[in-house]
Every structure is written in structure tokens, then in C-alpha cells.
DNA sequence: GTGGTCTAGACCACG
DNA sequence: GTGGTCTAGACCACA
């Protein structure tokens, strides 16, 4: 369910940890849920286990999960983490949005192009 | 005009290159402008030389710029680069949009959004 | 009467020994009271066993607490106990009186702050 | 200047870490600062160059410091990270001044400990 | 030189 | 079994 591509310039681990946010944001791990042991990731993705722990930290640190020591990971997606969330995608959209009208792109062309996404529920 | 912010967790060249870049899209340099000499920018922006380069190769190789022996480096800004970003800024567009999607944000709340943004012309 | 949080980074049996600790220093429990049982407080915490064990263990070994074989664990709060429990607390106390000074508190705000809460027996 | 003990029960990385925010909050090393490399402190202190990066990665986060590939790692005291360690010290007050009353403690004998320390400025 | 990432392998406490 | 810590040693990009 996680794609992690080594030749990619980004460290594996945020691409671990993006991977797992998504995947909680997107509710396919529901708050409460057990994310995938250390080892068993680790295993699964052929990366080493502190790699993972690594990821795991980056993730509990912004909020989207806990670790109890002995029982597991666990998702979580409290309140104040997804409005946080919300305004960081909103201010990188608006500098996305921006950059493209100086590149020539209507207002017009933007609606279009995003009612074409509208309601895809896949990548 | 180049924003440098050492404490940022980005390398200086990218911010060095993405500053140059985003002058060359709004067309504060245009194309066939010069670009400041590697040691003035050094200079003003108090930064080594080095990096500077650095960033004036990345801006070439992706085909902003182009350099000529012993006159300097020069904005550029063809179609086909132009095409291409627009590519990758609308690919980063969706993921966020479907990200904000997940998060509860309707769609008239984005285009309300998008709306206030509109006919902005500064940062 | 005890709060343990599994999303705690502090492990079950710390929190289950600082709770009964809590609630014999406060009286809550009293000197000679029978504790509740490792299999009741088990059942009603919904906490395997040995981690109780090991909480009452701790308590015992830190004087909270004596058990007797077949009879069950008791409550206990010896001098020698609390001037030591003392001395620790007045200890932390220093160090962070110290470091809310170096943050620019003030003695007045200080004593302000304690007044403040003077009186309080609740959490 | 930084203690470690390692047969304390606290991990390694977390006493650096106290160690080097002491140093931060009580002046000792100022805002702008530079902090001994991560393979210097390791030298000096005999400890892996891992497990400083990490103390250094946690205090970053905290916002006591932040670090540049290349450049060095750096002290930063913010007002808001001052309040809110001001905040977290007050409440960690509040739980001991509770806890020395129910053992006996006067206010009266709290303000006299408390006179005795003020003014001190070692530990 | 710097910080940052990754691997390999080990040990520990917790439940 | 779990997560957490630590070491050793390696490689990389950045300045």
C-alpha cells in the first residue's frame, strides 16, 4: 500500500511517513487503528527497521499517531491536527495557483481542469 | 529581490534557484535579460560564490537560463519549459486538492478560496 | 480513582504506581488500608495482571506499600518515607524555580502564581 | 558543560538534550550561537555521533535550535517557545506544591525554602 | 568541514 | 511479540 521508490531524491523515511499520513487522511487507517509493526513494515518494504522507527516518529510527532512501547502504533487524526493540515495544503495551493496564472493560465482553465478531478476517488 | 533564509532547512542554492526561477515566470527578468554575475549576487545576497553557481546550473539545465563564455548568464523562458512546469504544477495541484477533499473541504468552499486569491499579483 | 491513558508515552505500571502513590499521600488511601487486589484492580482498569503486579512491586519497594502472603497488599506511609519523598520533591522544585527565573519570572510573580493556588485540595 | 550519566534510567539523547536546553534558556549559550558539532560533542562527551544528531533533531523540533547541512547547528530562543516552556514548568509546579502540602509541607515552609534559593544563580 | 540518511546488528523494558 | 535506544560504520550533499 506504501510506494517507496529509492532513487528518489527524498529520504525513504518521509516517503514512508507520507505514504502512512495519506493513508490515515484518507481514512483507509482509521483513528485507533494499528499501523503495521516496525518489523513487519520494515520487512514488507525490504527497509531497514530503524528507517521505519524513524518514520514512525516523524508521524507521532505531527500528531497522526501514538506508539505504546510492548503494544503497537496506533493512528489518530485529532481536530486541530487536520485543521492545521488544511491551511498548510491551502497556502502551498495558492502558491501553486499563483505560479501558474503567470504562466498563462485562466481562471477559466483552472475550474476546468479541477472539475475534471472532481469526484475521482483514486490517484 | 531574492529572499535567503538560513535557517531554512531547504539548501541555499534551491532557494537561490527557485527565487531566480520565480522572477523569470512573473517576468521581473525577462527572457534575454542578463542575470546578475555570480560574484554581484554573491555579494549582495553574502553568500559563497560556489553555491551561487550551483544554483545558476540548476536554472540552466532546466532551461531558464543558458550561459555564454565570458559575457554572462541569461534568462530564458521557452514554451516547451513553460508546458513542462505547467505539467508538474497541475499534477502538485491535484494531489492537494484530493488531499483537501479527504480532509472535508468542499468543493464551493475551494472555489471560494480560490476566489479572495483571485487577481492577487504579489506574494 | 486511577487515570491510566494507553496513549501515554509513560509505561502502564508507572502510571497505575504514581496513581496509588497519589492516593496514599493524600490520605485518599490510609496507612494500613488494604489495597484493591491485583486481579480486582486488573478487572476494573482492564490491564493485564502482571503489569499490576509490577506496579505494586514498585510500590513496595519504594515503602508505599507491604504485602502480606495470603492476606494481600496494605497501605503504608512511614516518616522515613514521606522526608524522603519530601527532599526528591523539593529537589525538582529547585531546578525549576531556578529555570522560571532564568525565563524571566519574577519572585512576585512567582508567589502570585502559588497564592493563587493556595487553598486548592482538588486537581 | 553537559552531564551524562549512563546508568541513568533516561535515554542518553534526552539528558543531552536537557543538558543543551539548560544552556540555551539560561543564557549560557546565546540565540544565534553556535553549537559544537555533532561529531565534536560526540568526541568530547564519548558518545555516538547518532545518538547527539538526535538530541540535536529533538531540540530542533522543540524550536531551541535549528541546523544547517553544511553551516552548523545553531540556538534559537523564541518568544513563543519561552512561553510555552514557562507554561509547561508552571503546571509541572502546580502538581509538586500540591503534592508537598498533602505531605505536610507549610506554605509557610514553601516561601522560606523558596527565600533561601532566590538569588542563587548555580546549581 | 558540516548535518543528514541509511544499514547492520545488538540490547532493553514493556505487556 | 512490541517499540525504543545505542553503537559502528558507511555514504551523501552542502558550503
Redo the contacts with the bound molecule.
Keep these: 500500500m506504501i510506494e517507496v521508490d529509492f532513487r528518489d531524491a527524498r ?4 516517503q514512508v511517513r507520507d505514504g502512512l499520513r495519506r493513508l490515515i487522511i484518507t481514512g483507509v487507517i482509521e483513528a485507533g487503528d494499528r ?6 513494515l520494515s520487512g514488507s518494504l525490504a ?5 521505519i ?2 518514520a ?2 516523524a508521524l ?1 510527532q505531527e500528531g497522526y499517531a501514538y ?7 496506533f493512528a489518530a487524526l485529532p481536530a486541530d491536527v487536520k485543521t492545521e493540515r488544511r491551511r498548510e495544503l491551502l497556502a502551498r495551493l495558492d502558491l501553486i495557483v499563483q505560479e501558474l496564472r503567470y504562466l498563462g493560465v485562466t481562471d477559466d482553465e483552472l475550474r476546468e481542469h479541477m472539475n475534471k478531478r472532481e469526484g475521482d476517488e483514486h490517484d
Design positions: 529520504p525513504i523515511y518521509e499501523l503495521p509493526s516496525v518489523r513487519a527497509i531497514n527497521p530503524n528507517t522507527q524513524k514512525y516518529e507521532e506508539s505504546v512501547a510492548g503494544k503497537g502504533s
